[in-house]
Nanobody, 124 residues
Framework: QVQLVESGGGLVQAGGSLRLVCTVSGRTISSNAWGWFRQAPGKERELVAAMSRNSSVTNYADSVKGRFTISRDNAKNQFYLQMNGLNPEDTAWYFC?????????????????WGQGTQVTVSS
């Protein structure tokens, strides 16, 4: 059984940084594509960042390009979302996700595994 657990969310002031961590169990992360989605109140879930199975391809939402970075640590079976230059529009629940198909897509149903989410709140 594959389990994903997010950590690292919290409250931060505008301009600040947070690092989200997704700890994966039940599957070696080198065998999957991985990503982060977010959902703000009253809005649809959207892709924030994703990386392909071998990390050669990354996919970012336009709104986070240059500010957020997705990465992984195969030895720890974790992947990350480094978020810099946060602004109030980044406030949302953030979910880590994975797909055995290996492609860094922004299509939510493509992903098979989901965490429970971690809340990020950015104050102005």
């Amino acid at each position: 059984q594959v389990q994903l657990v997010e950590s690292g969310g919290g409250l931060v002031q505008a301009g600040g940084s947070l690092r989200l961590v997704c700890t994966v169990s039940g599957r070696t992360i080198s065998s999957n594509a991985w990503g982060w989605f977010r959902q703000a109140p009253g809005k649809e879930r959207e892709l924030v960042a994703a990386m392909s199975r071998n990390s050669s391809v990354t996919n970012y939402a336009d709104s986070v390009k240059g500010r957020f970075t997705i990465s992984r640590d195969n030895a720890k079976n974790q992947f990350y979302l480094q978020m810099n230059g946060l602004n109030p529009e980044d406030t949302a629940w953030y979910f880590c996700t994975g797909s055995p198909q290996g492609v860094a897509t922004n299509y939510g149903p493509y992903y098979s595994y989901w965490g429970q989410g971690t809340q990020v709140t950015v104050s102005s």
